[in-house]
C-alpha cells in the first residue's frame, strides 16, 4: 500500500496522499516526450478510453483534457505546473468522488536509467473511511499499472 492518510475527523473530512514510482531505463526527455503528450495517456493510462483538448493550449500551463474512460466516466483536468523534462501537475475538477485532487508526474535522471514518481493530494469532505480507503486502494493500483504500461512501452521502443 502506498497511501497515507494525512488528516482524517469524524465529520468525513479526509486529506490523503497515493505516491507510486517506476524506474524506467531511459532519459528524461523520453519520458517527457510521452507524458508530456497530455491526450496521449490512451497510449498507457489503464482503462481509458479517449482524451480530448478542451483549451486552445496543448502544451504547458493552462492545458485542459477530458478524459473519458472505459466504463464512460468522464474526467476534467488542468495543468497547474509544467517543467520540461522534470515534472507536470494537474488538477481534477469533475468527475471523481473528492472535493480536490491534485497530482504531479516528476522525473528525477538516475544515471541512464531515470525514476518517474506519480503523486497526488487528494481530499474530501463527504466520504466515509471506508469509501475513501477503497478509493486510495483503486487510485494507487491505477498508478501502478499505468506507471509499468509506460515503462514497458518506452524501454520496448528503445
Known amino acids: ?7 482524517h475527523s469524524n465529520n468525513g473530512h479526509y486529506l490523503a496522499k497515493v505516491s ?23 497510449e498507457w493510462v489503464i482503462d481509458v ?20 474512460f472505459l466504463d464512460q466516466s ?3 483536468e488542468y495543468v497547474v505546473g509544467w517543467k520540461p523534462e522534470n515534472y507536470l501537475s494537474y488538477i481534477a ?32 469532505d463527504s466520504s466515509d473511511k471506508k469509501q475513501f480507503e477503497e478509493f486510495l486502494s483503486f487510485i494507487d493500483v491505477f498508478y501502478e499499472k499505468s506507471l509499468q504500461n509506460l515503462k514497458a512501452k518506452i524501454e520496448k521502443a528503445t
Request: net charge positive.
Open 49 to 68: 478510453k479517449k482524451t480530448e483538448f478542451l483549451s486552445k493550449t496543448r502544451r504547458g500551463i493552462g492545458a485542459i483534457r477530458k478524459i473519458t
Open 1 to 7: 500500500m502506498t497511501y497515507t492518510i494525512i488528516h
Open 20 to 42: 507510486q514510482a517506476a524506474t524506467l531505463d531511459a532519459l528524461p526527455k523520453t519520458i517527457w516526450d510521452k507524458i508530456s503528450n497530455i491526450i496521449g495517456i490512451t
Open 93 to 124: 475538477t469533475s468527475g471523481l468522488p473528492l472535493d480536490a485532487y491534485h497530482a504531479t508526474l516528476d522525473i528525477l535522471p538516475k544515471g541512464k536509467m531515470s525514476q518517474l514518481t506519480w503523486t497526488s493530494f487528494l481530499i474530501s
Open 74 to 76: 468522464q474526467v476534467i
